[in-house]
């Protein structure tokens, strides 16, 4: 539609066309055309115009603010399932990497054993670090490893970390340890065990400058459930 100015000055030319300077009306019946009543005419069609617009633009309005609201949403939807995906993110498996050998070898024979651990857990202490390492007996997550369990004797004991550089220490001092790694949602999951009792012989004739380590010395390196149940 024509904005009203366009309109106005196509009425003018056509009135002047209709009537041209010098010339007498065709009917003495039809008036000479009065400017106010053009105007009025025009004003009234402009008011009607933007009636018209508001109207119409109202309605564009309200689309376009409906449309930003649906993409509002959207992108609430998109931030949900993000953080739904950060939150599965969070859950990811992790790794444990472990030493393992026969109980007897392990708690009763290995003559380093006890110091080594021992000294980490004091450094933990010392620089306020949280344990990560954990002494299992007869640890669930064998059953995963057939091939390595035909190589035990039982019952087994297993070294648990989830720092692999110091499993990998740990299996080059203590040497006759099998190593492995797997993955689990959770500490309680990878530390499973299945509950068994130790009974180691004493040595008839104990030739070693030190005294032999007294049983149990073990206990406050078992996962914290396993502790309490002992305990």
């Known amino acids: 539609m024509a904005p009203p100015s366009t309109l106005l000055l196509r009425s003018c030319s056509c009135l002047a066309l209709s009537h041209p300077p010098g010339r007498r009306r065709a009917s003495p019946l039809a008036p000479p055309p009065n400017p106010s009543t053009i105007v009025a005419s025009f004003s009234c069609y402009n008011k009607t115009h933007q009636k018209l617009f508001s109207k119409s633009g109202g309605s564009a309005l309200a689309s376009i603010s409906g449309s930003a609201n649906r993409s509002r949403a959207l ?27 026969n109980a007897k070898f392990m708690l009763d024979e290995e003559e380093h054993f006890k110091e080594l651990l021992c000294e980490r857990l004091r450094l933990y202490g010392e620089r306020q670090k949280e344990q990560d390492f954990w002494l299992v007996i007869e640890p669930n997550f064998l059953q995963n490893f057939p091939k390595l369990t035909a190589r035990l004797k039982r019952p087994a004991v297993a070294l648990v970390s989830t720092n ?10 203590l040497d006759r340890v099998l190593s492995e790694q797997f993955e689990a949602e959770s500490l309680e999951e990878a530390l ?12 008839e004739n104990w030739v070693a400058p030190y005294s032999k380590y007294e049983y149990g010395w073990w206990e406050p390196f078992l996962p914290p459930q396993a502790s309490k149940k002992d305990a």
């Open 192 to 203: 499973a065990s299945n509950p068994v009792d130790l009974k180691f012989e004493k040595p």
């Open 164 to 173: 692999a550089t110091w499993i990998t220490f740990m299996k080059l001092r």
């Open 75 to 101: 992108a609430v939807d998109s931030d949900q399932r993000g953080s739904a995906v950060a939150v599965e993110t969070e859950k990811k498996a992790v790794k444990y990497h472990f030493v393992v050998a």
